[in-house]
């Protein structure tokens, strides 16, 4: 390796041209190669200066010096961060065709997985190739890495392989047939995203994850296709006999990778994850800040490598949750509770967050709500909704002490709480079903008119099938009903009608606790 | 299209920025309309690319930190202007 380096880069002369040899190495290198060329770089007398724990390089040092030490940071940085063990994973490169490696440690593959890696438009898995690799366990993972062709996309299909994409599918089939892992799964990153979960759909595989994958109404893929992409999806998932877990990650900043996750989600029965780093930028590049944060390794586990499937339905992805997000993950910022804990089973739009603010001033914290930063609520619901996983969401319950809107009012979830957690407090949050359908239907039709998801949650949890009035109105008034014949009788369980002025009066007498110096609030009023 | 502007928008190519925003900004640029950089999304690996192409392919040597320095697309072909002439 320091032969091949002091050769590619003997007649570098600018920043650019020793980029590019960086670059290159970059994609090329496996973890042994990148620890050979570090170390071995590092020992000789005049490259010392590229050893990170020194301070700077020489005030001496040319420009393309400067690049090197840069580059040679940067890349260790980013390795340490993927380290799990002492020892580098011995990955060794074996080429399959034109745009498809094979990096595998020789052994039997009966026990292993294999991760199929679809790259975007800059042929990586956004992050180089030795700290992506040194994220996996050799001994029990190959990985098949398929490269985007440049220029074309994989939507016109692979060189060596096939001219079409659903030919390329058949085509991966075939490569892979001789090979018998335990199980496969893939993952897609931007432009590799979506092939990835074709692929999955299409050959049966056992998960995948999207990351920053690109739109499913993207207009290229219809014109390769001659329709549309989401007609290819839904002739798949129906094809499929099991159900796949599916994750869709995405930046929260990445507005247009937001929409795509969102709207592939609105297809399949998708996992979203918010790459949220304590609200720095994120960007396309959304495995970075995972790999920074030195749980690349981890969230890989936590996602693809080890969701238990049962006979049909997949429970793990709330393991999800202690990916992405990061040290504000509830389960390590926020410690397991004892007592009781309040409740408010309110359906959406009746009050429930007057109530939330209410367990602020009263000082019941935390509280688990849409704001919180400590839980991602809409995860938890899709627990619920996709999964029928109520056991996760009540172990997330464990750490909070007061809880309003989704997922505590999902269903009978009140039930399952009270059951929970014994002697804790309910309050019922109700209005008038007039009002409250005004308040849901403007909610829905004018302040989010083409929130799609937003209107799926709300029939989801309705369990109706479109936005109808007297449909609503009758599971709104089922539910209510449901929960006052459940709590009949019991002091442990209040109503509140925010509209009928119930306030401080009613709810501090309740919970047991004076009456604050402050004005009752008025959250969302509508 | 001058010569400045059509070696930006192959050098934009062969920085393979992804996503449908930056392809947008591109077809905007090839209209003669002006693009902020900060709308093309440069990450460092593309920026790295996009100087790449630039110095090997039409001898122009900016370096990634400096491209930086500059707003916008029409701000960088009025540098390589300079650098032409």
Redesign the interface.
Known sequence: MIQLYLRLTLHCKTINQINRVHIALENWMTPVKWESLYLGLTSLEEYQFLKVNERGVPTSANDVQYAQHDWFFRMNQMYAKAKTCEVAQPFLRRSQRQHVILYTCPGDCKHKTLVVCFTGLAQRMMIPLAPFLQSFNAELTDILMVRYPKGKGFRHGLEGLSDSFEGTIDALQDLLSSKLYARTVAIGVSGGGLPAVLCSLKLGWDSVISMSGNHPNDERWQEALGFRLAELIKKYQKSLNKKIPIFLAYGWDALPDVAAAEALAAILPATLIKINPKGKPVGHVSMLPILMSGKLSQFLQNTILKPTITTSVQVSPARVLQAYKDDSLYSRVLPKLTGPRYFCIGFNKTGTTTIGRCFEILGLNPIAEPRSPHMDYQHLSHLIFEYGDFDRVLDAAEHFRAFQDRPWNIWDMYQRLDGRFEGSYFILTERNPETWWRSVEKWLTVSHPKDHDKLLRYLKHLKVDRLEKATFLNAYQAYNQAVKSYFKGRDNFLVMNLENGDGWDKLCPFVGVPIPHVNFPHANKQ | MNISRQMIVSALEAA??????PRECIHRFLKDEDVLLADL?L?S??T??F??Y???NHGI?I??HDVHQYESLNALVNLIEEMRS
């Open positions: 393979n920025l992804a996503g449908s925003g999304n990450d690996l593309a790295m690319e100087c790449i630039l110095e090997l040597s370096i990634p």
